[in-house]
Each structure stands twice: as structure tokens, then as C-alpha cells.
């Protein structure tokens, strides 16, 4: 059975705007696939409202040694940055991917200690870059602050909180107006970033009480924060990750200004956080745009909201949204490779854990997961000092086991046999972060990586635009050098989980070409077999290209290969970025050994007629990391290229 039929009936309950609790656990279905993954709490639900006790928090600093020592710390910390300023008036920010090095074009990676740049001409996006880091860094630590002031009693650090909230309300207006894919901000570079920052920066609103006095607090409302949400109203971004992102925090603000009106805009309005979720939460409940980097980030987006409104005493009114939610953490778990890592279709800029415990523990206040609770009792943070876990009763935590499925509504499959494990990506159903990817796949044998997507870069670089995100990067097809021109859902023609086979087209993969795959494992054999046709209205024959990318080493049987030709790397977009290229003529058929960390695997290309067969180093990632390219192009008007992959013998990894 399909697993998202399983999910039939929760999927009923959670789109409702709210859901009476009884109902819930009446209903909740049982998963077998997923059931580990469900600790239920002691209201009978398989989410969390999230408390807040500072009481016992001030109790265990007091008497516990780890506790003290970790107060400790976050003190000297804060004590440390509130010694001297970290933002000014003049400061106009920028896009954060634009931190970008202006000389090697390479990005990097903010840290709290990196120095000002210069701001000289050509630099100003990597200045403006790095004013959204720091001053992004500055008001994260307003809410430590208030954290400590409540911690302590001391008000210093509630002093210091209002002076920082003083500053932000008072130049607001004065920044300019930036409009960055069709949202507006002004404290940060795009809408997106203020309305993260906007969701830690409300909570420090909500800690600091009624110290600030009900006259400055309508002085933030009226002059910062309303401004603000002003803004994320007019964005027009669509329905995406960033206006989900929106609409959280402008709830988040109405709930804690009293603002019901703001808040159940925020929620229910037309364009409101459930009507974004109806559209972006596939029936798979994966989220819509294809990326799983993205699908993190949307409950990134949603925990701190689901947490304000039980701090609130309104957790109610988002279950039917947690329950949702809950389903969109474990679904990636069975999706899995048996190394622990996810597929990396669309943008991404990491490789992303399956068990990624910092994102378990973060969730953990309203979306709990065995794995997840357990490493929070472990771990000295804010949230297991207030909001500490129960896991009395708690086993060992379980994962579900990996099968061959088939996910259609965001047109991704994965097929398991004992030896093989194969993610295939053959369409998209949104552009949002889509790559060329289209009947793109990432394979493994025995656990071990053959072929994997490496996601992107930061998107402010070049490698971004011109290569990772293109079909270029990808195990695809080409037509004189150019990839999936568009984004399609494409089609699929058959998928049997037991045999585990595939077939799967893109008929509009671009206005000239169609192209296809189908994909078979039996035992330790592994068939792909990748087909490109021309249009029936283009003239001539054209360049028809086959990639495979793989960070095993490989070995092509010389004997079995013709001359050697210039070499010189193809014509098309993102070839420029290949080095030490070597061209072969290629007969119909070629073999190759592949040596992948202690795996001896052989290949077999056959193609419909005579080739030309290159290899080139290509950029990975991270950067400055390098992977192998096998290129095989026919000129024709159908051309297929077949690859047989074959257990050989196990050598030693040390060879």
C-alpha cells in the first residue's frame, strides 16, 4: 500500500483550523511504518504543548553543578557582547548570500569575530552582506538578555534588551526600503530574514513582561514591529517556505500584542498560514518545492509558533497544524539511505542527516520524537532548562525500515532491494528551488554512495546560477550541451516495489527533446537505461549527452576504447567550470571498474551508437571539493545510453 494512503485519515483531521483533542486521539491512526516515532504524551497526543518553568529553572542553576557551570558561561557571553556596540544607523543591509569573497568569488561562512569589511567599489554587496549577519546576530541576542533577566532577576540584561529594541524601533523607518524577490524589508536584506528574527524577537517582547512599561511597548508595536508586519503583508512571493515564514511570525506578533484580529489573519486569511499549508503539503507530506533542505525549514518556521501559542495558552488552536507538521518530520525517515543520509533533490547547500539530532532536539517542545527527547535530557540549553522532557517510559529509539516507495504528488521514488538502494527524482511540481534535475538519481550499493546529488552553494555565487543548480550537475540528459529547460512534473509510467523497477518520462522536458528512464534491480545487477528523442519539428541531428557523476574511483577498460581526441570540454552551459578533461571515441559498448570505499563494482555502457565518451573533474560540494564526470554523447535524433552496474568482488577499502 502506498504510504500516504496510510495517512488518509490524519490527513482528514489536520486540515481542519482546529481539532477538538479527543477527537485526535480517537482517530490518530496507528503507522506501522512510523509508530516508533510516536511518543505519545501524557494527553494521549503524539505533539507537545510546550510549558515554561522558571521557577525550577533558577532552582537548578542554584543546585546543579552542569547547570550553574552552563549559566556560567551564557553569561560571560552576554556580558562579554553588551560591552560594546554592534550596529549603527548607517549600516544598510543586504542579501546574506551575497557573502560572497570578492576576489575568489568563493562563499564564506559568517562568524561572530569576522572583522568589517571594506566597503570599496564593488564591494558593497559583500558589505551590505555581512551587515545583515552581524546585525541578524545582534538582535538574536536580545533574547538571551531577556532570558538571563528572567533567569536572574538581574536587570542589567533587561536594560540592555530594551535599549537594543529602542534602536530597532527608532531607525526602522529611516532604512531603506529593499524589495528582494518580491519582499520588502528594511532591518534586514529580505522580508524572509525579518520575519525569522521577527519570531525570537517577539518572544523577548513576551519575556520582558512589564518592564518595559505598556508605553514602550506600544512604541515597539506601533514603530517596529507593525511596520514590519506591514511589510510581510505586501510581499508577493507566492506560496512558499518564506511566506509561510511571514505568516508565523505576523501571528506570533498579533498573539502578543493582543492584536486577535492580526492573528487570525495571520492563520485563516486567504493567504493565511493554513491556506499556504493546503497548497504546500503534499498528500506525501513532503513540502511542495521538492527539497528536503526546505522541508526543515518550514518547521524551522512553524515550531516557534506552535511553542508561542502554548506559552500563550492557545496550543489548541494549531493541533490539526502540529499533527501535520508531525507527519512532515518523520516522512524524510523513510526516505533514507542506509549510510544515514538523505536525497538532495533540489536546493540544498549541506548534505542533510536522517537523524539529525540539533534539529530533533530543536523541534522537540512541540514535535517530539523518541530520538529527539532523548538527546534534549542530554543537552544544556534554554529549552531543556525551562521545558524539560519526559522520557519516562521511553525504549530505545526506533527507525522504520527502508522499502522501495513511491512518492507521487512530489514525483520522487526510491527502491530498496538488499544490495541496491536507488532515489530518483523525475519531476518537480513547483519552480520554487527546483534544479534541472528532472529523471535525476542517486544510488547506493551495500550503504555505500555510487552517485549522489551534492545540492548547491550559497546562491549569491556563480556556481549556484551557472552550474549546481543546472542539469549540468546532475546524472541527466543534454541536447547540444543544454539541460531540462523549465520545470515539469513528468510523467510515471510504472513502478513496482516489488520488483523493483521504474519507468519514468518527461514529455515537455524541453520544446526540442523528450526524454525517458526506466531502472531495474535484480540481485546485484543494476540496469538504467536513460533515452533522449527529438521533436518531430526540429531539422537535423543534435549532441545527445548522458552524465554521470560519482565520487568513486573509475577505471575504463582502454582496450575497449578508440583514439584519443582533443582535449576540449563540450559546448553548452556549464562546461567552463570542468577541468582535466580527457576525450575517448566510443564504440556501442565500453566497460569500466568503479572502486567506491572498499566496493568493487563493474560498468557497462552500452548506447545506441557510436559515441564520444569524456571525463572530467567537476565541482562538488563542499566547496572546494571535486567528483568525476562521465559524459557519453551521440550525435542523432535518439540516442539512449544503458548502464549495467555489477557487484564485483569486495576489495579493501585501503587499496
Not at 548570500?97 to 572583522?115: A, C, N, Y
Not at 536594560?159 to 531603506?176: C, G, I, K, T
Request: proline share 6%.
Amino acid at each position: 500500500m502506498h504510504f500516504g494512503n496510510l495517512f488518509l485519515l490524519l490527513l482528514l483531521i489536520v486540515t481542519a483550523s482546529a481539532v477538538d483533542a479527543q477527537q485526535v486521539r480517537a482517530e490518530r491512526p496507528l503507522v506501522d511504518a512510523l509508530t516508533e516515532m510516536l511518543p505519545l504524551q501524557g494527553d494521549g497526543l503524539s505533539v507537545r504543548f510546550a510549558k515554561e518553568n522558571w521557577t525550577r529553572a533558577r532552582e537548578l542553576v542554584a543546585t546543579d553543578p552542569a547547570w550553574g557551570a552552563w549559566a556560567a558561561s551564557r553569561t560571560r557571553d552576554m556580558d562579554t557582547w553588551m560591552l560594546k556596540d554592534h550596529d549603527r544607523a548607517d549600516w544598510v543591509p543586504g542579501y546574506p548570500h551575497d557573502l560572497v569573497d570578492p576576489v575568489t568569488r568563493s562563499p564564506l561562512r559568517w562568524k561572530p569575530d569576522m572583522e568589517r569589511p571594506a566597503l570599496t567599489p564593488g564591494t558593497d554587496k559583500f558589505h551590505a552582506a555581512w551587515v545583515s549577519y552581524v546585525r541578524e546576530y545582534n538582535l538574536d541576542r536580545i533574547q538571551d538578555a531577556c532570558r538571563l533577566f528572567r533567569l536572574s532577576g538581574d536587570s542589567r540584561y533587561a536594560e540592555w534588551a530594551v535599549a537594543q529594541l529602542d534602536f530597532y524601533a527608532a531607525h526602522y523607518s529611516e532604512w531603506p526600503l529593499q524589495q528582494l524577490y518580491g519582499s520588502r524589508s528594511r532591518m534586514l536584506g529580505q522580508g524572509l530574514d525579518e520575519a525569522t528574527v521577527s519570531t525570537r524577537l517577539i518572544d523577548a517582547v513576551r519575556l520582558l513582561g512589564d518592564f518595559p512599561g505598556a508605553g514602550r511597548r506600544k512604541i515597539w508595536r506601533d514603530k517596529l514591529f507593525l511596520p514590519i508586519v506591514s511589510n510581510l503583508r505586501t510581499a508577493r512571493v507566492g506560496v512558499n517556505n518564506i511566506s509561510l515564514w511571514h505568516r508565523a511570525a505576523t501571528a506570533m506578533i498579533g498573539l502578543e500584542f493582543d492584536d486577535e484580529a492580526l492573528y487570525q489573519e495571520a492563520l485563516g486569511g486567504p493567504d493565511g498560514l493554513r491556506a499556504i499549508m493546503k497548497v504546500g503539503v503534499t498528500s506525501d507530506f513532503i513540502w511542495y518545492e521538492g527539497s528536503l533542505s526546505y522541508q526543515t525549514y518550514v518547521l524551522r518556521a512553524l515550531t516557534p509558533l506552535f511553542v508561542e501559542t502554548s506559552l500563550h495558552g492557545r496550543g489548541n488552536d494549531l493541533l490539526g497544524e502540529m499533527l501535520q507538521a508531525q507527519n512532515m518530520l518523520l516522512v524524510p525517515f523513510l526516505l533514507r539511505f542506509e549510510n544515514g543520509m538523505l536525497p538532495n533533490p533540489g536546493d540544498t547547500t549541506s548534505r542533510l542527516k536522517a537523524v539529525d539530532l540539533d534539529f530533533l532536539v530543536e523541534l522537540y517542545r512541540a514535535l517530539p520524537t523518541p530520538i529527539g527527547m532523548l538527546e534534549a535530557s542530554r543537552r544544556r540549553n534554554w529549552e531543556v532548562l525551562l521545558d524539560p522532557p519526559n522520557i519516562t517510559g521511553l525504549g530505545a529509539p526506533q527507525l522504520p525500515v527502508i522499502a522501495s516507495r513511491s512518492l507521487p504528488s512530489v514525483r520522487m521514488a526510491l527502491l530498496k532491494s538488499p544490495a541496491w538502494q536507488v532515489f530518483f527524482r523525475y519531476g518537480q511540481v513547483v519552480t520554487h528551488h527546483s534544479h534541472g534535475d528532472a529523471l535525476n538519481t542517486e544510488i547506493y550499493f551495500e550503504g555505500v554512495p555510487v552517485s549522489t546529488d551534492p545540492g548547491t552553494v550559497l546562491y549569491g555565487s556563480e556556481l549556484h546560477n551557472e552550474y549546481f543548480s543546472r542539469s549540468i550537475a546532475h546524472n541527466v540528459a543534454l541536447v547540444d550541451g543544454q539541460g531540462q529547460l523549465g520545470w515539469d512534473p513528468g510523467v510515471l509510467e510504472a513502478f513496482d516495489a516489488a520488483g523493483t523497477t521504474i519507468l519514468a518520462s518527461q514529455p515537455r522536458w524541453r520544446p526540442d527533446a523528450s526524454v525517458s528512464r526506466g531502472i531495474s534491480i535484480a540481485g546485484v545487477e543494476l540496469v538504467d537505461r536513460l533515452s533522449i528523442r527529438l521533436d518531430k519539428a526540429v531539422l537535423g541531428a543534435r549532441r545527445l549527452g548522458f552524465l554521470f557523476h560519482t565520487d568513486c574511483d573509475v577505471t575504463f577498460d582502454d582496450a575497449g576504447l578508440g583514439a584519443a581526441l582533443p582535449a576540449a570540454s563540450p559546448s553548452g552551459q556549464g562546461f567552463k567550470y570542468w577541468h582535466h578533461i580527457t576525450v575517448r571515441e566510443m564504440p556501442a559498448d565500453a566497460q569500466a571498474s568503479l572502486r567506491c570505499d572498499g566496493r568493487k563494482l563493474s560498468m557497462a555502457l552500452r548506447t545506441s551508437a557510436a559515441a564520444r565518451l569524456f571525463l572530467a573533474s567537476v565541482p562538488s560540494t563542499p566547496l572546494p571539493k571535486r567528483r568525476l564526470a562521465v559524459y557519453v554523447e551521440v550525435v542523432g535524433r535518439d540516442a539512449y545510453v544503458e548502464t549495467r552496474f555489477q557487484a564485483s568482488t569486495r576489495v579493501d577499502a585501503r587499496q
